[in-house]
């Protein structure tokens, strides 16, 4: 089945540095590629996604590339913040089938 | 409009016993799925649910099991509670079943379980 591998954290980075997330993913498929974000105490909350290959998915700064030749979807920020301390996941959904999630990774974003 | 809501937010069972673990989706979703998330790990799939009828399992026991009522809500049963089960459950709804590239899910903040 599709499986999706992610930097082990926890990521602690200053304020306004650079954020490079790594996500590789296995699957028979093309499948659409996710990234969703978890703050403490609530539910993941999509943050971008990209469909099908070479797409660059982005929002609130973040953005991730479909890599087909690399099976990667990392995830960047020029200039992280305070408030994006979270647990970050990567996620793959192939038609019929439903999300796979990597373990996901802390960040921590320091003043 | 209301986002996904799940109830209760917080419980905790005795080794076991039963629990029933329910989530409302948005209006107009007609899909609902379960993940269990187990501390310091991404979700797992648990079931999904469409027009009531059950699209897909994840690698689960039996002592799991859901439903999707006439409504669209959707409760999940875990039978003989292990301490293992301890988790964070998450229900997320969409309007179609995910795995159609444009199918967006929505997660509520999901239900805390602890088996003691």
């Known amino acids: 089945g599709n499986s999706v591998t992610q930097m082990e954290g926890p990521v602690t980075l200053s304020e306004e540095a650079f954020l490079t997330i790594n996500c590789t993913y296995t699957?028979?498929?093309?499948?659409?590629l996710f990234w969703y974000v978890q703050y403490p105490g609530e539910g993941l909350q999509l943050l971008l996604k990209a469909t099908k290959a070479d797409d660059k998915g982005s929002n609130k700064g973040f953005e991730a590339t479909y890599r087909k030749e690399t099976t990667s979807f990392h995830l960047e920020k020029g200039s992280v913040q305070v408030s994006d301390s979270a647990v970050y996941f990567c996620?793959?959904?192939?038609?019929?089938?439903?999300?796979?999630f990597g373990p996901g990774t802390r960040l921590s974003v320091l003043p | 409009d209301a986002g996904v809501t799940q109830s209760p937010t917080h419980l905790i069972k005795t080794r076991g016993q039963q629990v029933t673990l329910r989530c409302s989706p948005i209006s107009g979703h007609k899909s609902v799925s379960w993940y269990q998330q187990v501390l310091g790990q991404g979700p797992q799939f648990i079931f999904q649910?469409?027009?009531?009828?059950?699209?897909g399992r994840g690698n689960f026991p039996d002592r799991f099991s859901a439903r999707q009522f006439p409504n669209y809500s959707s409760e999940l049963n875990v039978n003989a509670l292990l301490l293992g089960d301890s988790a964070l459950y998450l229900c997320?709804?969409?309007?179609?079943?995910?795995?159609?590239?444009?199918?967006?899910?929505?997660f509520g903040q999901g239900t805390r379980l602890t088996v003691v």
């Open positions: 996620a793959s959904d192939n038609y019929g089938q439903n999300f796979v």
């Open positions: 699957a028979t498929g093309y499948p659409s």
């Open positions: 649910y469409y027009e009531k009828e059950e699209r």
């Open positions: 997320a709804s969409s309007w179609a079943v995910t795995g159609n590239m444009n199918t967006e899910a929505f």
